[in-house]
Every structure is written in structure tokens, then in C-alpha cells.
């Protein structure tokens, strides 16, 4: 099972930290990805972690302001985000899936709302 939480309400420029809590199984093989979907439009990918070794992706909307960690004593996946803008508002989701398998094929937090204000 995985949890996002964290998000919130906050100024353009601001940041926020979501967490990503990771139970039920031994993730030592899963990407963790997060996602966000805003209202009227497709869910969109924003970036992922691998488990076994730090490696990162970001999508280009993203990428030099989003990071993504893992802390392995917690499960659980950090997505800090800085320097939010308002196109950034959206439902923020994380989700967990074997590598080199499809996220639809994984497993699936609820999302957490984040709202940047102009």
C-alpha cells in the first residue's frame, strides 16, 4: 500500500514537501513515481525514484525544481518541491511498480491536493 501526503495550500515561489509511505511489501525492486493529474486534465508524470540505486527521472516541467529521494529505514519516497508555480496545482499521486513493467501494472496511492496561489 503506499500513502501521499503533505500537500497543502501555498504561495507561488514556496515550496512544499509530499511523503510517499510504503507498506504491505518489500519495495527493494519497485520505481516509485509520482504523478498529478489537475481538474480537466490527464494524469501526468512527474518524476521517479528507483528503489535499488539512486536514480532519478524528471519530466521536463519539473526537472530543477522537483526532487525526489527515498529514505529506505522509513518506505518511504519524498517529492520536495521548490519554486511552485500555479500551473503546478493538482492532485499529486504515488504510485509503486516493478521495473520494467508499466505504472498502470502497479500499485496506486490516494493523492494529495496541492493549491499555488498567484
Known amino acids: 500500500q503506499l500513502q501521499a501526503s503533505g500537500g497543502g495550500l501555498v504561495q507561488a515561489g514556496g515550496s512544499l514537501r509530499l511523503s510517499c509511505a510504503v507498506s504491505g511489501r518489500t519495495f527493494r525492486s519497485y520505481d516509485v513515481g509520482w504523478f498529478r493529474q489537475a481538474p480537466g486534465k490527464e494524469r501526468e508524470f512527474v518524476g521517479r525514484?528507483?528503489?535499488?540505486?539512486?536514480?532519478?527521472y524528471y519530466s521536463n516541467s519539473v526537472k530543477g525544481r522537483f526532487t525526489i529521494s527515498r529514505d529506505n529505514a522509513k518506505n518511504t519516497v519524498y517529492l520536495q518541491m521548490n519554486s511552485l508555480k500555479p500551473e503546478d496545482t493538482a492532485v499529486y499521486y504515488c504510485?509503486?511498480?516493478?521495473?520494467?513493467?508499466?505504472?498502470?501494472?502497479?500499485?496506486w496511492g490516494q493523492g494529495t491536493q496541492v493549491t499555488v496561489s498567484s
Open positions: 525514484i528507483s528503489w535499488s540505486v539512486p536514480f532519478t
Open positions: 504510485a509503486a511498480k516493478i521495473g520494467g513493467s508499466s505504472w498502470s501494472e502497479g500499485s
